[in-house]
Nanobody, 130 residues
């Protein structure tokens, strides 16, 4: 069993930065990829990024490409999402996720996300506002 705990959310002004952390505990062999999803108020949950533990490849949604960077600390079994140049439309609850599937899972629509995501964190609120 894998447990995921997010931290690092908060309130920032447009153009600011936040760094989210996702600490994983339990078996580290139960997942092959780690990803981030987000859900804005009144919107469906969408995939943000995904990191493959096997080949080190990272994928990003077009809406965050060039602004968000995902990384992982193997020693601490923690994955990070560095969010720069934040926009009001980035306001959302951000969830980390672990999956036995490849990174294609982060592109699926909300109604089928649970089919591919094996473990979810509880979420961290990020608010971008003046």
């Amino acid at each position: 069993q894998v447990h995921l705990v997010e931290s690092g959310g908060g309130l920032v002004q447009p153009g600011g930065s936040l760094r989210l952390s996702c600490a994983a505990s339990g078996s580290t062999l139960d997942y092959d990829t780690l990803g981030w999803f987000r859900q804005a108020p009144g919107k469906e949950r969408e995939g943000v990024s995904c990191f493959s533990m096997h080949d080190g490849t990272t994928y990003y949604a077009d809406s965050v490409k060039g602004r968000f960077t995902m990384s992982r600390d193997n020693a601490n079994n923690t994955v990070y999402l560095q969010m720069n140049n934040l926009k009001p439309e980035d306001t959302a609850v951000y969830y980390c996720a672990a999956s036995r599937w490849d990174c294609g899972f982060y592109t699926v629509v909300e109604t089928v996300q649970n089919t591919y995501v094996d473990y979810w964190g509880r979420g961290a609120q990020a608010t971008v506002s003046s």
